[in-house]
């Protein structure tokens, strides 16, 4: 178990350009959501997936962001036309099915600055 | 929708001691889970302790404990015994029984044990 890895860890970029973030979860893990932290506020739920399946987006997630995960495995966050209010770090997560008996493990996340 | 609130941005404790932290939260919903996470400095989030709100019973993990006060809408984390390494930030979060995958947090509290 190498946990949920994600990359870059950190992501300087200029506004306007496009990024794209990579989440590894945790093996066999099922479901992967991303969240997006900014300073001094907790963690805010972007979407998350169930195998290859998008089941839910959060109205934070504009048309500029888009999340995929094609073989249910890696899932990638992408942001279009970046803007600075999008400089947060983003968390990636997985657990195993669903249920809260089943711990949400989350990984050290990405930090995007848009200058 | 739910909400979360945790009104102690910081709080320092010395080595050895008990501290507690404050969470509530508001919700119409009588099936919902609660949780305590800790992100360490420039670490990943790891789950502290979890409740369920069916249950009467506090949840226990070893040095940490929570006081559920469902009336209340009232979830405190008690650290017994603080280390070093129990400084972080810790969040209250917040899941509905009914859609079982989006965790809700709070701003969060800073806590600084002291040697």
């Known amino acids: 178990d190498t946990g949920v890895s994600q990359n870059p860890r950190h992501k300087i970029t200029k506004r306007g350009q496009n990024v794209t973030f990579r989440c590894d979860p945790i093996?066999?893990?099922?479901?992967l959501y991303w969240y997006r932290q900014t300073l001094g506020q907790g963690p805010e739920f972007l979407t998350y997936?169930?195998?290859?399946?998008?089941?839910?987006k959060s109205r934070l997630l504009s048309d500029r962001f888009s999340a995929e995960r094609p073989k249910g495995s890696f899932s990638t966050l992408e942001i279009q036309r970046t803007e600075q209010g999008d400089s947060a770090m983003y968390l990636c997560a997985s657990s195993l099915g669903g249920g809260a008996g089943n711990t949400i493990y989350f990984g050290e996340g990405s930090w995007l600055t848009v200058v | 929708a739910q909400t979360v609130t945790q009104s102690q941005p910081e709080m320092s404790v010395q080595e050895a001691e008990t501290v507690t932290l404050s969470c509530t939260y508001d919700?119409?919903?009588?099936?919902?889970?609660l949780f305590w996470y800790k992100q360490p400095p420039s670490r990943q989030m790891i789950l502290v302790i979890r409740?369920?709100?069916?249950?009467?019973q506090n949840a226990t993990e070893n040095r940490f404990s929570v006081n559920f006060q469902k009336a209340a809408k009232s979830f405190s984390l008690k650290i017994s015994d603080s280390q070093l390494g129990d400084t972080a930030m810790y969040f209250c979060a917040f899941m509905s029984g009914g859609s079982n995958y989006k965790l809700t947090f709070g701003k969060g509290t800073l806590l600084t044990v002291n040697p």
């Open positions: 997936f169930q195998n290859e399946a998008q089941l839910e």
């Open positions: 919700t119409s919903e009588n099936n919902y889970y």
């Open positions: 093996s066999e893990h099922n479901r």
């Open positions: 409740q369920e709100a069916y249950k009467q």
